[in-house]
T-cell receptor
């Protein structure tokens, strides 16, 4: 158990809908990262938050957004869902994650999203 | 250009043999970290081992060791005395210390496509 929690474990929804994925980092970790794993694209970095502030964006679509709250938990919002958004979404956390650091990221169990 | 290359899509290995999973990387940053993760069929991503670009010695963690050859830009994972429970996907990943995207923060990990390792009894 990495100490990172994600809810829900599975989510089935229809095209055009909006969903929210939730992540709680390990105790004491300030950084949260979101990743998408699909058969087509492999594992891709989406976005990074550090202590409530957005720090870096990867291959995140404009239909997707995220935030990190004062208690450091994070939510990833996916809207106007398409079939191609079906994937495993991971949250990871690390102690720091600021520039110059290469600290280890610990992954949550993931949320499997199926868009029908 | 791919930043992380794993050239072995799949491998079959006999139980108790040693396994080497290949990983080459591409970066111009002098400071970076290399990571290996294991993903069993259940789907979770399990951190195995880390090697920093300035580390003088190869990293080791129990049965896992990292054969780090900086000049060749390779970071191969070695699993000694393989076990049936080692059957999984293995991903090599890199994080450059200074992010290339917005905000000056460090970016996320860049992953290879993975190697599917199957341990046979």
């Amino acid at each position: 158990d990495s100490g990172v929690t994600q809810t829900p474990k599975h989510l089935i929804t229809a095209t055009g809908q909006r969903v929210t994925l939730r992540c709680s980092p390990r105790s004491g970790d300030l950084s949260v990262y979101w990743y998408q794993q699909s058969l087509d694209q492999g594992l891709q970095f989406l976005i990074h938050y550090y202590n409530g502030e957005e720090r870096a964006k990867g291959n995140i679509l404009e239909r997707f957004s995220a935030q990190q709250f004062p208690d450091l938990h994070s939510e990833l919002n996916l809207s106007s869902l398409e079939l191609g958004d079906s994937a495993l979404y991971f949250c990871a956390s690390s102690p720091r994650g600021i520039a110059g650091s290469t600290d280890t990221q610990y992954f949550g169990p993931g949320t499997r999203l199926t868009v029908l | 250009a791919q930043k992380i290359t794993q050239t072995q899509p799949g491998m079959f290995v006999q139980e108790k043999e040693a396994v080497t999973l290949d990983c080459t990387y591409d970066t111009s940053d002098p400071s970076y970290g290399l990571f290996w993760y294991k993903q069993p069929s259940s789907g979770e991503m399990i951190f195995l081992i880390y090697q920093g670009s300035y580390d003088q010695q190869n990293a080791t963690e129990g049965r896992y060791s990292l054969n780090f050859q900086k000049a060749r830009k390779s970071a191969n994972l070695v699993i000694s005395a393989s076990q049936l429970g080692d059957s999984a996907m293995y991903f090599c990943a890199m994080r450059e210390a200074v992010g290339k995207h917005s905000g000056g923060g460090a970016d996320g990990l860049t992953f290879g496509k993975g190697t599917h390792l199957i341990i046979q009894p």
